[in-house]
């Protein structure tokens, strides 16, 4: 009776609502976390070949950095009346704003993993004689996956974050379900919402934290990867003790 009443009477905490919109919410949030994901998961692949374009190429960088930083300014209204014309009123439309919001962090950190890597870890591997993308996969992004993983950190929990502004074109998620409850005014459903977003973002940022610790274990004991750390003993061997 009162958790009927709770729906009546529109409070903020209402079981009742919890118990007869428990498909809704769990729609909604299914959506979301599909759109965070794909979202996330192609602004990492577009933006590692231009990190490493502009790792390569130095005159690059600054056009890169500009571009990608110029994207995250433009308000979200805009973005999407921009890509309207292209994707039409769709799924693809949010995703596709989505990514280009992200590049300026993935960009950044994927950079800036990139160019702390030691300059004596690149000369022991061509001292190998590994190649251009031999040194890059087994050598230069296995030692800035640190960065990497913490850009990709931020980049999924402001996509959360972000995502919520697809309701405008009614692919947001939760974020449909607030702007549904903004303008009903059902607080219920506007509170549980909104709580979900936050649990969402807080279980992605946990979740790839663990994910970070268990693939760079050398940044808790200050070892550097079996991989470069084996190309530096091959290339400077430990010197023979004398006879």
Not at 208 to 216: H, M, N, S, V
Request: aromatic share 6%; hydrophobic share 50%; charged share 15%.
């Amino acid at each position: 009776m009162s958790g009927q009443n709770c729906l009546v009477t529109n409070e903020w905490i209402c079981g009742e609502y919890l118990r007869t919109r428990s498909q809704e919410l769990m729609d909604a949030t299914v959506q979301h976390v599909l759109i965070t994901v794909v979202s996330v998961a192609i602004g990492l692949a577009v933006a590692l070949p231009l990190a490493v374009l502009a790792r390569r190429y130095k005159p690059l960088a600054g056009p890169v950095l500009g571009l990608t930083t110029i994207l995250y300014t433009v308000p979200s209204l805009a973005m999407f009346s921009l890509l309207l014309p292209v994707f039409g009123l769709s799924p693809a439309l949010v995703v596709t704003g989505l990514v280009l919001y992200s590049l300026t962090i993935l960009v950044r950190n994927i950079l800036a993993g990139l160019e702390a890597v030691p300059e004596e870890a690149r000369e022991a591997a061509r001292g190998m004689g590994y190649g251009s993308w031999r040194l890059l996969w087994e050598v230069e992004l296995p030692l800035a996956l640190p960065a990497v993983l913490g850009g990709v950190r931020i980049a999924t929990v402001s996509t959360v974050a972000l995502t919520t502004v697809g309701a405008i074109v009614d692919y947001g998620g939760l974020g449909s379900l607030i702007l549904d409850g903004l303008d009903t005014t059902f607080k219920a459903q506007v509170l549980a919402a909104s709580v979900l977003c936050v649990v969402l973002a807080v279980a992605a940022d946990l979740l790839l934290l663990g994910l970070q610790r268990l693939l760079t274990p050398w940044t808790r004991a200050g070892r550097v990867p079996r991989k470069a750390r084996r190309a530096a003993s091959r290339t400077n061997p430990a010197p023979a003790e004398a006879i």
